[in-house]
């Protein structure tokens, strides 16, 4: 069973700094693009940052300069580094992929459970 399993949220202090990853698990046969998505209360879910397997990146305008995201093809990971964290990136932030597991002919897309990301004094 292909499964995307994140890790890394948690409480921080404005001006802070967070680390989320995302682990693919299962029988993978390639990953097209890894990303993060996050949604706040009462506020529909947005795309935070996006690579594709070739390296390139999007950012949403909110958080340029301030994350980014990379990840390890070997592994199977996205990570998503944060600095200078805000008040209003408080979310719960959901990793997403776009996968072909090694059973499929087929792409399908796959969200993690979501990790609670609060930045607040």
């Known amino acids: 069973q292909v499964q995307l399993v994140e890790s890394g949220g948690g409480l921080v202090q404005p001006g802070g700094s967070l680390r989320l990853s995302c682990a693919a698990s299962?029988?993978?046969?390639?990953?097209?693009?890894m990303g993060w998505y996050r949604q706040a209360p009462g506020k529909e879910r947005e795309l935070v940052a996006r690579?594709?397997?070739?390296?390139?990146?999007n950012y949403v305008d909110s958080v340029k300069g301030r994350f980014t995201i990379s990840r390890d093809n070997a592994k199977n990971t996205v990570y998503l580094q944060m600095n200078s964290l805000k008040p209003e990136d408080t979310a719960v932030y959901y990793c997403?992929?776009?996968?072909?597991?090694?059973?499929?002919?087929?792409?399908?897309?796959?969200w993690g459970q979501g990790t609670l990301v609060t930045v607040s004094s």
């Open positions: 997403n992929a776009n996968l072909r597991p090694r059973s499929s002919f087929t792409y399908l897309e796959l």
């Open positions: 299962g029988s993978i046969d390639s990953i097209s693009v």
């Open positions: 690579i594709i397997s070739g390296g390139s990146t």
